[in-house]
């Protein structure tokens, strides 16, 4: 268990804030540039000798935002602005989203992605995490199974129906009383296949909790999922395409993601298993040709990418091998593909013989 930070309650952060914006008032006042220093955070580098050390958690290094810096004036107008917003909800006990404050000065903000820079700059400087500011996602992922839990005093019995899908708790901190009978949790790519294992009965027939963060997941899930992991202690694993983006979802479940490694301790789950789907699959279950697709120039590259993330060599070199192979194999196919075979095919005999048989890469 990896924990929770500490003095991230309002009272404190609102404290941390009315110090950092006094601190630029008496710098402005005293007719000094202010200059903000930003710890810097990485999950990965592309030192694969092992050598590195993103494993440790802690700063690789900071960054200084200062006035002095024609470039800097404008990131630092956009820091500060989205901060004052940040404090009003929390004086307020409300909840807003990225999408909310983007809108509050869109002619500042220009784009999203603006706004998403800042909310991390500021949790690095208060030394916190997104919904200890009040900022929350708008939920995406799904959640079935053999659960049942308390939500904000409102409790969801997924056991009554094992099959229907709930939606993953958008304020994972108000989530208590965590009750369940699975034997492991199961996390799945896509809602399609999702939906899929849902008509297929498979969260009754294998007494598990099936989540899906529906793509990349956003941060809900991924502390969802954690915060099951903690409480249950019960085996994960994941299924998701054989293809590059496949593969890059699966590595920000278990290591976290480059934009968010600040927090990447709280998110991650190091537990996961890769279930597949693999490229000697489409061998071992005689995929036919039709079912895949060659591997394009923006694949191959996304590819190579990632074989140079540190994390492969030093902890998952399996994990790597079977990217190496996708790459040489030139060819990439959709876990829907095995519906070759039957519509029931991945309930009925790839995942459970995959599951008892220990078919998984660690």
């Not at 992991?229 to 699966?250: A, E, M, N, Q, R």
């Not at 590819?303 to 192979?325: D, G, N, S």
Request: hydrophobic share 35%; net charge positive.
């Amino acid at each position: 268990m990896e924990g929770k930070r500490s003095n991230t309650q309002p009272l404190t952060l609102l404290r941390k804030i009315k110090g950092f914006t006094g601190s630029i008032v008496e710098d402005l006042a005293r007719g000094r540039a202010p200059t903000i220093y930003i710890d810097r955070f990485r999950n990965y580098c592309t030192d694969t000798s092992g050598n590195c050390s993103c494993s440790s958690d802690g700063s690789t290094g900071k960054e200084a935002i200062s006035l002095k810096r024609e470039c800097h004036a404008h990131r630092l107008d956009v820091l500060l602005r989205v901060l004052l917003i940040i404090q009003q909800l929390l004086q307020e006990s409300r909840h807003g989203s990225k999408r909310d404050i983007y809108y509050m000065h869109p002619t500042v903000f220009k784009e999203p992605s603006v706004v998403d820079r800042a909310i991390n700059d500021i949790c690095i400087l208060l030394q916190c995490s997104r919904h200890n500011l009040n900022v929350v996602s708008v939920g995406n992922g799904l959640v079935m199974g053999w659960l049942r839990y308390v939500e904000s005093g409102r409790k969801i019995d997924c056991i009554s129906n094992p099959n229907t899908a709930y939606p993953i708790p958008v304020h994972v901190e108000e989530v208590d009383d965590i009750i369940s009978v699975a034997q492991y949790v199961l996390v799945v790519e896509k809602e399609s296949v999702f939906q899929r294992l849902a008509n297929d009965q498979f969260g009754k027939r294998n007494r598990c909790i099936v989540i899906t963060g529906r793509g990349y997941p956003d941060v809900p899930t991924r502390r969802f999922l954690r915060l099951l992991v903690d409480k249950l202690h019960l085996p994960v694993y994941c299924l998701v395409d054989c293809d590059p983006y496949g593969f890059d979802i699966l590595t920000t479940y278990k290591f976290g993601s480059l934009q968010m490694a600040y927090d990447a301790k709280f998110l991650r789950v190091c537990e996961i298993q890769w279930l597949g789907v693999f490229i000697q699959d489409c061998d071992n279950y005689s995929i036919p040709q039709q079912c895949l697709l060659p591997l394009t120039a923006e694949d191959k590259r996304k590819v190579e990418a990632m074989l140079l993330r540190c994390y492969l060599q030093r902890e998952v070199p399996k994990w790597r091998f079977e990217l190496e192979l996708l790459l040489h194999k030139g060819v990439k196919f959709e876990i829907e593909a095995l519906s070759v075979h039957s519509l029931t095919f991945l309930s009925h005999e790839y995942l459970p013989s995959k599951i008892h048989s220990g078919g998984v890469v660690f």
